[in-house]
């Protein structure tokens, strides 16, 4: 079964946490880490770009010379692709990239990064503390004394954990995530997962089988 090592709010070593089977004992499926990184990437899209036509550049509608005598092609308009400050042809415009992919597939690709992260021992665990302001120096000496590597760390954490959350958001090189929330995109970004007790629970009641 796989494991994780627990650690106290000071960063102390006190255990050792099984893993569930069901959420870190799975095989990767890349087809589907691909397609959801590819979904999730698409929905983050504003899709707002936008080019004028012809018909809306604010230019005059005037006949740019007469039509016969200047020894010159035929001009009707100043407005026109061919000329430099006209409109775009084939221009894009707002246009909404979201799409969907089936359940299953957003739920196999998280469980494949999930048992990636823990086959490579990049999952810590922290026993469940509360904190009654944000302190984001208390923080920060946890998490540089768990033994990780990279540049990277993805924190879960139950969403009454609300002091916490805000103690974490903004320290350089990590994200702070509710357990719910929890998307194979943020797994694949981080280097090291960390996880209270109870998020840890979450995720197993969210997207255990």
Known sequence: ???ANLYNKTGESVGTVDLPAS??????????????????????RQGTHDTQTRAEVAYTGA???RQK???????????????VGG??????????????LPKKTRRKALLSVLSDRASEERISVVENFDME???????????????HDGHHTLVVLHPE????????????GVRVIRHNELNTYSILWADNLVFTQDALKG????FGS
């Open 1 to 3: 079964m796989a494991s």
């Open 23 to 44: 959420l870190f004992e799975q095989d990767v499926h890349k087809q589907s880490v691909y397609e959801t990184v590819r979904c999730y990437l698409a929905n983050q």
């Open 63 to 65: 006949k740019l010379y």
């Open 69 to 83: 005598g200047t020894g010159r092609s035929r001009a009707g308009s100043a407005r026109t692709p061919v000329r």
């Open 87 to 100: 409109g775009v042809a084939f221009g894009p415009h707002p246009r909404d990239y979201s799409y969907k």
């Open 133 to 147: 302001a944000p302190k984001t120096k208390e923080m920060t000496v946890l998490l540089s004394s768990l033994p």
């Open 161 to 172: 954990t609300e002091n916490i959350f805000k103690s974490l958001r903004n320290v350089k």
């Open 203 to 206: 995720v197993e009641e969210v």
